[in-house]
């Protein structure tokens, strides 16, 4: 079964730094793009970064300069550096990936930033 996995949310004051990352696994031929989106409370789920197979990034104007997306095809891994975190970042963050043509989620991380 393809599953994705994240990791490394949690409590981070304002202006403080978290590093997210997301692992596949299963059986996978292949990944296209890789994605993180966040979703706030009373919120729709919203797209924050996407990295093509071949390390071309596009970001949320809200993350952009922020945050960073960087991935490794051998280790099905993609990650979100965030930075300069504000309040406004405090959401469940959910990794998202095309895998072998079929749109596969993880279950989220939560991140929170509070002081």
């Known amino acids: 079964q393809v599953q994705l996995v994240e990791s490394g949310g949690g409590l981070v004051q304002p202006g403080g730094s978290l590093r997210l990352s997301c692992a596949a696994s299963?059986?996978?031929?292949?990944?296209?793009?890789m994605s993180w989106y966040r979703q706030a409370p009373g919120k729709q789920r919203e797209l924050v970064a996407h990295i093509t197979s071949g390390g071309s990034t596009n970001y949320a104007d809200s993350v952009e300069g922020r945050f960073t997306i960087s991935r490794d095809n051998v280790k099905k891994t993609v990650w979100l550096q965030m930075n300069n975190l504000e309040p406004e970042d405090t959401a469940v963050y959910y990794c998202n990936a095309n895998i072998d043509l079929r749109t596969t989620w993880g279950r989220g991380t939560q991140v929170t930033v509070s002081s």
């Open positions: 299963g059986s996978i031929a292949r990944i296209y793009g």
